[in-house]
T-cell receptor
Framework: DAKTTQPNSMESNEEEPVHLPCNHSTISGTDYIHWYRQLPSQGPEYVIHGLTSNVNNRMASLAIAEDRKSSTLILHRATLRDAAVYYC????????????FGKGTKLSVIP | EPEVTQTPSHQVTQMGQEVILRCVPISNHLYFYWYRQILGQKVEFLVSFYNNEISEKSEIFDDQFSVERPDGSNFTLKIRSTKLEDSAMYFCASDHGTVQETQYFGPGTRLLVL
């Protein structure tokens, strides 16, 4: 499985933008980049995903490097509710749909 | 918005007892999953289920575990003889089954084996 590398933790002030990086230097051409998050004591929750182009949805934006070896999840205005562990996961397809979670980045939001 | 539901939210059992964890996936989804998360550790894949049979399973999913879709709505995980190390949060998830698909997770069942 292609691996991802994320910082263990990050901090942000409330109402400021947050950029969460992810390195995936061994990504293959068909791997999708998925981001999930897990709020305290809850199940993982989908945030966003993309293949090559940058993506926006109501929760966040995903910026994908041109060589696809890294990506950045952007929360435009962090709120206290965004405090969670954020996981960057590669979807390898080929009939395998399981999600392989790493340790993720624990985001703390300071009021 | 449709959601995955799980029951019970908490389960306490004695070592060696059988437990059944229940999930109701989103109704038009085709793939169903179980994951577990031991306290303080990563979320780990256990098994995926499609068309009434196991599609994939991890090394964790040994003979003590089984899954079933007994009717059109429920998806269950059975642990035949629980061990202390089975204590964890168990999450059910479902999706349509494509690589770009979003998996929807339930709130989890916290299992404590004494």
């Amino acid at each position: 499985d292609a691996k991802t590398t994320q910082p263990n933790s990050m901090e942000s002030n409330e109402e400021e933008p947050v950029h969460l990086p992810c390195n995936h230097s061994t990504i293959s051409g068909t791997d999708y980049i998925h981001w999930y998050r897990q709020l305290p004591s809850q199940g993982p929750e989908y945030v966003i995903h993309g293949l090559t182009s940058n993506v926006n949805n109501r929760m966040a934006s995903l910026a994908i490097a041109e060589d696809r070896k890294s990506s950045t999840l952007i929360l435009h205005r962090a709120t206290l509710r965004d405090a969670a562990v954020y996981y960057c996961i590669l979807g390898s397809g080929a009939g395998s749909y399981q999600l392989t979670f790493g340790k993720g980045t624990k985001l703390s939001v300071i009021p | 918005e449709p959601e995955v539901t799980q029951t019970p939210s908490h389960q306490v059992t004695q070592m060696g007892q059988e437990v059944i964890l229940r999930c109701v996936p989103i109704s038009n989804h085709l793939y169903f999953y179980w994951y577990r998360q031991i306290l303080g550790q990563k979320v780990e894949f256990l098994v995926s289920f499609y068309n009434n049979e196991i599609s994939e399973k991890s090394e964790i999913f040994d003979d003590q575990f089984s899954v079933e879709r007994p009717d059109g709505s429920n998806f269950t995980l059975k642990i035949r003889s629980t061990k202390l190390e089975d204590s964890a949060m168990y999450f059910c998830a479902s999706d349509h089954g494509t690589v770009q698909e979003t998996q929807y997770f339930g709130p989890g069942t916290r299992l404590l084996v004494l």
